[in-house]
């Protein structure tokens, strides 16, 4: 079983940047890619991003893409969304989770652990 705890969301203004965290315990993290998805009130859970095991790969959704970048620390058992250009409509909460593959994937059934998320608000 692996454990993943969120960090660093919080309230910013567009056009701001935040940096968020997911640390990982319990399987072996870098076996495994790693994604990160987000949840709007009102609406379903959706990709944002996702990490193959070796970090060398990653994939993002189209509504991110060139503002947002994932990347791994296989040392430290960590995973991060740098996460620039802010924009109101990226308010969510944002969850981390483990693949059951070591390639990217964005399919939601693909994984098959979560966090706990962490709230990311964007005023305009």
């Known amino acids: 079983q692996v454990q993943l705890v969120e960090s660093g969301g919080g309230l910013v203004q567009a056009g701001d940047s935040l940096r968020l965290s997911c640390a990982a315990s319990g399987r072996t993290f870098s076996n495994y890619a790693m994604g990160w998805f987000r949840q709007a009130p009102g609406k379903e859970r959706e990709f944002v991003a996702a990490?193959?095991?070796?970090?060398?790969?990653?994939i993002y959704a189209d509504s991110v893409r060139g503002r947002f970048a994932i990347s791994r620390d296989n040392t430290k058992n960590t995973v991060y969304l740098q996460m620039n250009s802010l924009k109101p409509e990226d308010t969510a909460v944002y969850y981390c989770?483990?693949?059951?593959?070591?390639?990217?994937?964005?399919?939601?059934?693909?994984?098959?652990?979560w966090g706990q998320g962490t709230q990311v608000t964007v005023s305009s």
């Open positions: 989770a483990v693949s059951r593959t070591a390639g990217t994937t964005r399919m939601m059934e693909n994984y098959t652990n």
């Open positions: 990490i193959n095991w070796s970090g060398d790969t990653t």
